[in-house]
């Protein structure tokens, strides 16, 4: 059977509706829609080509996203701007096709992406910066670490999970985080790995957007917020050990652009992980009046512009 596309979806085009006009997907500037098979998966690949580019980005969603969700953040300004980009499906997520009989955990997202790198790196030396969106983030932090090759990292929020403020705070309630998170831990056997739950459920998802219309589009897609998660994802989410601590980081320059106005993750959660980072730049670039997945201008244009920024400063 064929793996599903988004030519077919139409909840991303609902979602695209409450982004600025600039955002649209043009046929000069959208993606082409590749697949990659990595460890039995299908892995759906959103890839902006631009053979001139000098740099190339890797664009990672959170628990709340997609990857296509990703290409319309930021795939319309950056590619226009002259880079390459290529946004990724993890597993349980957009259209990307899981392998059979398989129970996928956040570990195997970190895996992934590190063979994704390693893949691209062997066809193509360009250099490679990672760019996340909420969990996203941290995924791409984790990823450099793992990987030691690409030459930047953008992240809208870092989030360590094994620190207990950041579940109380990012959880979707105190129960969730306190007594929720150690039964996933306990049910991360065998027999009970498999049971899920709406990431909804688990996490304050409620927060994603500040737009309560575009909230109810979200949490109706199970390719992005309403997608389920099991008990070995959440378990191996919120206990995830980095190769490199934060202290201990010297791969590549990070950038945070923080939005302002993000009621699920505010800056001080990332502080608690980047201010710990002294080997490497770590810039901070507010974004006024976006929230957690940003849909607001001049946030977005914002974003834009410091990426650019970002990008432009990496050595080739």
Request: charged share 20%.
């Given at each position: 059977?064929?793996?599903?596309?988004?030519?077919?979806?139409?909840?991303?085009?609902?979602?695209?509706?409450?982004?600025?006009?600039?955002?649209?997907?043009?046929?000069?500037?959208?993606?082409?829609?590749?697949?990659?098979?990595?460890?039995?998966?299908?892995?759906?690949?959103?890839?902006?080509?631009?053979?001139?580019?000098?740099?190339?980005?890797?664009?990672?969603?959170?628990?709340?996203?997609?990857?296509?969700?990703?290409?319309?953040?930021?795939?319309?300004?950056?590619?226009?701007?002259?880079?390459?980009?290529?946004?990724?499906?993890?597993?349980?997520?957009?259209?990307?096709?899981?392998?059979?009989?398989?129970?996928?955990?956040?570990?195997?997202?970190?895996?992934?992406?590190?063979?994704?790198?390693?893949?691209?790196?062997?066809?193509?030396?360009?250099?490679?910066?990672?760019?996340?969106?909420?969990?996203?983030?941290?995924?791409?932090?984790?990823?450099?670490?793992?990987?030691?090759?690409?030459?930047?990292?953008?992240?809208?929020?870092?989030?360590?999970?094994?620190?207990?403020?950041?579940?109380?705070?990012?959880?979707?309630?105190?129960?969730?985080?306190?007594?929720?998170?150690?039964?996933?831990?306990?049910?991360?056997?065998?027999?009970?790995?498999?049971?899920?739950?709406?990431?909804?459920?688990?996490?304050?998802?409620?927060?994603?957007?500040?737009?309560?219309?575009?909230?109810?589009?979200?949490?109706?897609?199970?390719?992005?917020?309403?997608?389920?998660?099991?008990?070995?994802?959440?378990?191996?989410?919120?206990?995830?050990?980095?190769?490199?601590?934060?202290?201990?980081?010297?791969?590549?320059p990070i950038l945070l652009t923080q939005p302002a106005e993000d009621r699920w993750t505010p800056l001080h959660l990332s502080?608690?992980?980047?201010?710990?980072?002294?080997?490497?730049?770590?810039?901070?670039?507010?974004?006024?009046?976006?929230?957690?997945?940003?849909?607001?201008?001049?946030?977005?244009?914002?974003?834009?512009?410091?990426?650019?920024?970002?990008?432009?400063?990496?050595?080739?």
């Open positions: 059977m064929a793996p599903s596309t988004y030519k077919t979806q139409t909840a991303w085009k609902d979602f695209q509706r409450y982004l600025p006009q600039r955002l649209t997907l043009t046929e000069e500037h959208s993606p082409q829609e590749e697949w990659w098979e990595n460890r039995g998966h299908k892995i759906h690949l959103d890839r902006w080509r631009n053979p001139t580019a000098k740099v190339r980005v890797i664009l990672h969603h959170g628990v709340g996203s997609n990857g296509r969700q990703m290409s319309l953040f930021v795939g319309v300004p950056l590619h226009a701007a002259g880079f390459e980009l290529v946004a990724i499906d993890m597993p349980g997520y957009g259209c990307t096709k899981t392998a059979r009989g398989t129970t996928w955990s956040y570990d195997d997202w970190v895996h992934i992406a590190n063979d994704f790198i390693n893949s691209e790196l062997e066809q193509d030396p360009r250099p490679i910066v990672l760019l996340g969106c909420s969990a996203g983030g941290m995924l791409a932090y984790h990823v450099a670490a793992l990987n030691k090759k690409v030459k930047g990292i953008i992240g809208m929020t870092f989030l360590d999970q094994r620190i207990q403020q950041v579940r109380d705070e990012t959880a979707r309630n105190f129960v969730m985080s306190r007594i929720g998170i150690p039964l996933a831990q306990m049910c991360d056997i065998p027999l009970l790995k498999s049971l899920s739950i709406p990431m909804w459920q688990a996490s304050k998802m409620s927060a994603l957007v500040n737009n309560p219309d575009a909230l109810k589009v979200c949490l109706a897609d199970r390719s992005s917020a309403g997608a389920w998660a099991s008990m070995h994802f959440l378990s191996t989410y919120a206990s995830f050990k980095p190769t490199l601590e934060p202290e201990d980081f010297d791969i590549c502080e608690l992980v980047l201010s710990r980072v002294k080997k490497v730049p770590v810039r901070t670039v507010k974004l006024e009046n976006a929230g957690h997945l940003p849909l607001e201008d001049p946030g977005l244009q914002q974003m834009a512009d410091a990426v650019i920024k970002f990008l432009q400063e990496v050595p080739v």
